[in-house]
């Protein structure tokens, strides 16, 4: 058991409109998450989707049911604490990469680091942002703006970005969506690669089936329900 990270038990999430209508998104959803684990989640568009992976990285609460991080249900924590939990252990990646213009590349990678006060901490993680950013080809491109980027190039980024505090788990949402074939499918490898390499669980939302294989399993999201979607 000690190598889960995130279990849902039992999720379920609904929408009121002004208190009268009410829309069922989740409906009683179980899925456990262990380390080096991947899986693609599918489904229609509005199916609830980015609402699951939401609650997967606690920016959104489920309506009932238990969610728990390494064995812990999170309910026992304070906003404070969820929030210095999410930002170590969970990795983040969007459709749109959400990077900050006004930052250069070095500088947006290390965002997430800010709250870290630990000088030599502050170092190893400048070191870490210039090998990933290797690893990547973008060594020298850390003082350019996104503005001064690809759009495959800012994605990539914003997966470095994900990784520099060494989370346990990566969520993505869309990460392709707005990236050209070649540009998508560079990616899908780079962050299969993670995956494997440092054995990081990975939770990615996606329409294309191409990085959805990727993925050790799928899963298909519809009415509320989640199941195991074999294609392989
Ligand atoms: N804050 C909210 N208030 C009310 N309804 C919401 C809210 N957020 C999401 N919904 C509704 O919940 C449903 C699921 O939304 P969600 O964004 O999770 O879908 P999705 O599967 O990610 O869709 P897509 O593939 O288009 O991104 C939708 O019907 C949406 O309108
Ligand atoms: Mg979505």
Redesign the pocket.
């Known amino acids: 058991m000690n190598n889960m990270i995130v279990e849902l038990e039992k999720i379920s999430?609904y929408?009121?409109?002004n208190g009268l209508v009410r829309?069922d998104?989740l409906n009683e959803i179980s899925l456990s998450i262990k380390a080096g684990d991947s899986l693609a989640i599918v489904?229609?568009?509005?199916?609830?989707?980015?609402?699951?992976?939401?609650i997967l990285g606690t920016l959104d609460l489920p309506s009932s049911g238990i969610l728990k991080i390494k064995g812990k249900d999170i309910q026992q924590f304070t906003e404070n604490q969820l929030a210095e939990i999410r930002n170590k252990n969970i990795g983040f990646i969007f459709q749109l990469h959400h990077l900050l213009p006004q930052l250069t590349l070095i500088e947006n990678v290390l965002v997430p680091t800010i709250p870290l006060t630990d000088k030599n901490l502050k170092k190893t993680s400048m070191e870490r942002a210039m090998n990933l950013l290797e690893s990547v080809g973008m060594a020298d491109k850390i003082n350019q703006r996104p503005g001064q980027l690809s759009g495959g190039e800012c994605q990539r980024a914003a997966v470095v970005r994900a990784l520099i505090n060494e989370p346990d788990l990566i969520l993505a949402?869309?990460p392709t969506g707005s990236l050209d074939q070649d540009s998508a499918e560079q990616l899908g490898e780079l962050l299969t690669k993670i995956n494997k390499e440092q054995n990081v669980a990975m939770v990615l939302?996606t329409?294309s089936i191409e990085l959805a294989k990727r993925m050790d399993a799928i899963y298909k999201?519809d009415h509320g329900k989640i199941e195991r979607f074999d294609i392989k």
């Open positions: 999430k929408y009121e409109n829309r998104v489904g229609p568009s509005g199916s609830g989707k980015s609402t699951l992976l939401n949402d869309e939302v329409h999201l």
